[in-house]
């Protein structure tokens, strides 16, 4: 299994992006996928996830009103709207998957990793 994440970039505070996360191998549809990301000088830390059903989950009330996590199991791909960007928001975010299904904050229940993209949020 082969993840892709791309879509990170440069913005202002007040922006959006949108991350992409395609997936090759596995089995997509039966799969979990999740969001992390590394601010600077940081640990990896959970953004959102989406299980095989759309279920979501979310970092905190804050992340979860700014940002959205969805799939598309035509492309394999699951994706972050993030709107209302703030600095706060700058790191490398990461994509994963979890084959067994189950929606995880848990970084250590998902098997397979992307390599990350940095968002840049500035002031």
């Known amino acids: 299994v082969q993840l892709q994440a791309s879509g990170g970039g440069s913005v202002q505070a007040g922006g959006s992006l949108k991350l992409s996360c395609a997936v090759s191998?596995?089995?997509?549809?039966?799969?979990?996928l999740g969001w992390f990301r590394q601010p600077p000088g940081r640990e990896r830390l959970f953004v959102a996830a989406?299980?095989?059903?759309?279920?979501?989950?979310y970092e905190d009330a804050d992340v979860g009103g700014r940002f959205t996590i969805s799939r598309d199991n035509a492309k394999n791909t699951a994706y972050l709207q993030m709107n209302r960007l703030t600095p706060e928001d700058t790191a490398v975010y990461y994509c994963?998957?979890?084959?067994?299904?189950?929606?995880?904050?848990?970084?250590?229940?998902?098997?397979?990793w992307g390599q990350g993209t940095l968002v840049t949020v500035s002031s």
């Open positions: 191998g596995g089995t997509f549809s039966v799969s979990s």
């Open positions: 989406i299980g095989p059903g759309g279920g979501t989950i």
């Open positions: 994963a998957a979890n084959g067994g299904g189950i929606t995880h904050a848990d970084a250590e229940k998902y098997e397979y």
